[in-house]
T-cell receptor
């Protein structure tokens, strides 16, 4: 089946630093990837939709300068949390949809736990 | 707009009990419906799906039927196991927009 990986799985950083999270589709091409944020015991909040070769589409209330998204290839999207602060601590999950399949499910990565000290 | 409402948790059951987690939705058009499961510290895994009315999705003993007349997609399992303890998310995919909408999740704990 389709596999999506995320790296790193956990990261701890100091306040004010930037952190990059990678999302890769391992055995399929993904023209669209999604980035979610999940708070403890809560549902997934869609942050942005990442389209290969174009700018990401951000959801209302998500700061695009704070959360930089790059989808440089059909198998890789990155989320960079710039100047991270403790309130950015969260579980970040990406998902990918296989190219040419609008009707199918998304395949989710295992998530990245970000802790900002 | 689209929305998904699912049964509030947490739900605690004894092993071999019957499980129902309710899910209702509001959507324009004809969405696809999904149930995902999330184990502690992990991402979401697709449990089952249904793409049109009256379809029944099933996997690992879990079932859900796409009911257009009641806009529901309730998750059921006849006999739960301790290993089924997880958070379950109901979701819909609006094929026009290409985005998924998730319910708030229901935490299931199965005790031996």
């Amino acid at each position: 089946g389709a596999v999506v990986s995320q790296h790193p799985s956990r990261v701890i950083c100091k306040s004010g630093t930037s952190v990059k999270i990678e999302c890769r589709s391992l055995d399929f091409q993904a023209t669209t990837m999604f980035w979610y944020r999940q708070f403890p015991k809560q549902s997934l909040m869609l942050m942005a939709t990442s389209n290969e070769g174009s700018k990401a589409t951000y959801e209302q209330g998500v700061e695009k300068d704070k959360f930089l998204i790059n989808h440089a290839s059909l198998t890789l999207s990155t989320l960079t949390v710039t100047s991270a602060h403790p309130e950015d601590s969260s579980f970040y999950i990406c998902s990918a949809r296989e190219a040419g399949t609008v009707y199918n499910e998304q395949f989710f990565g295992p998530g990245t736990r970000l802790t900002v000290l | 707009g689209n929305s998904v409402t699912q049964m509030e948790g947490p739900v605690t059951l004894s092993e071999e009990a019957f499980l129902t987690i309710n899910c209702t939705y509001t959507a324009t058009g004809y969405p696809s419906l999904f149930w995902y499961v999330q184990y502690p510290g992990e991402g979401l895994q697709l449990l089952l799906k249904a793409t049109k009315a009256d379809d029944k999705g099933s996997n690992k003993g879990f079932e859900a039927t796409y009911r257009k007349e009641t806009t529901s997609f309730h998750l059921e399992k006849g006999s739960v196991q301790v290993s089924d303890s997880a958070v379950y998310f109901c979701a819909l995919l609006n094929t026009n927009a290409g985005k998924s909408t998730f319910g708030d999740g229901t935490t299931l704990t199965v005790k031996p």
